[in-house]
């Protein structure tokens, strides 16, 4: 009796995971979903934990259509096609937050005022600079990399910036309005422990390149793997300080920012050139 119990518990534990990867993707995409019974808003905030996930699943989808990109044009326009793909796909869910963290932290000089911006559904310079920006980039970067690199820096690149960014999740409070949170459940703390296990995403996103791509993977210099994992922690920590100050915590934008930032980060590590490492 106790070893059938032990499965069963086991197995609805697991349908119970699966629920919240679902949840997961129809918070953070477009993509449909089965409907749910019985739903329960306390799901949205356990799921974060699974957002790595919908990361891995965005960027295998926009890795995909990259290279069928490059095989009918040139990189460039593969890596627009690519790049609007998954703006599409999230319905420009994290360059929404980008646009209006820019907007706030750039326009607002209290905390008060932050907030009232970033929740202002019009868009500002600030916010259209930094957008552009941040699109311009990762085109670019994305063009300037050799096909099976490119593919592979959309697979980590979506996968680990989205555990980079629901870190903050569990490293600060919430520093928005709780009545006028987008997600209430979100507006949460993620526990150091769930955290950890989020990162069981990335570690299956690298053994999946790794199986795909061995050759290029071994190309890819330590220089360059180092290089993108220091700079995608700088965009997160820089972050995290930068909310800390003016919002006393992170907001569902200041999130948004942060996966922009962190991603853009890791196509600069992996397209450098570092001849003397």
């Known amino acids: 009796m106790s070893s059938s119990s032990s499965k069963l518990s086991l197995l609805q534990r697991l349908r119970y995971e699966a629920r919240l990867i679902l949840v997961a993707v129809q918070f953070l995409t477009r993509i449909p979903v089965p409907s749910f019974k019985h739903y329960d808003p306390q799901w949205l905030h356990q799921s974060s934990r699974h957002f790595p996930a919908v990361g891995l699943l965005v960027g295998l989808l926009c890795a995909g259509v990259f290279w069928l990109g490059s095989l009918l044009f040139t990189p460039l326009v593969a890596a627009v096609l690519s790049t609007a793909f998954g703006i599409k796909l999230t319905g420009a869910f994290h360059e929404d ?141 820089y972050m995290r300080r930068l909310l800390r100050r003016r919002l006393d915590g992170y907001t569902g934008d200041g999130l948004g920012a942060t996966q922009q930032l962190s991603e853009i980060a890791i196509y600069i590590g992996l397209a450098a050139s570092i001849p003397f490492i």
């Open 97 to 237: 937050g980008l646009a209006d963290s820019c907007d706030g932290l750039g326009g607002g000089l209290t905390r008060e005022r932050t907030l009232t911006i970033m929740k202002d559904s019009r868009l500002g310079t600030y916010g259209v600079l930094g957008l552009v920006s941040a699109l311009l980039l990762k085109i670019s970067l994305l063009a300037s990399m050799p096909l099976t690199m490119a593919v592979i820096a959309l697979i980590l690149g979506h996968t680990a910036s989205r555990l980079l960014c629901i870190s903050l999740l569990s490293l600060l409070p919430y520093g928005g309005e709780i009545e006028h949170a987008k997600a209430k459940p979100m507006a949460q703390q993620l526990t150091p422990i769930q955290g950890l296990l989020s990162s069981g995403w990335l570690i299956l996103a690298i053994i999946l390149v790794a199986l795909i791509f061995p050759n290029t993977m071994q190309q890819i210099g330590m220089g360059q793997w180092l290089l993108a994992m220091i700079l995608a922690l700088i965009a997160t920590d």
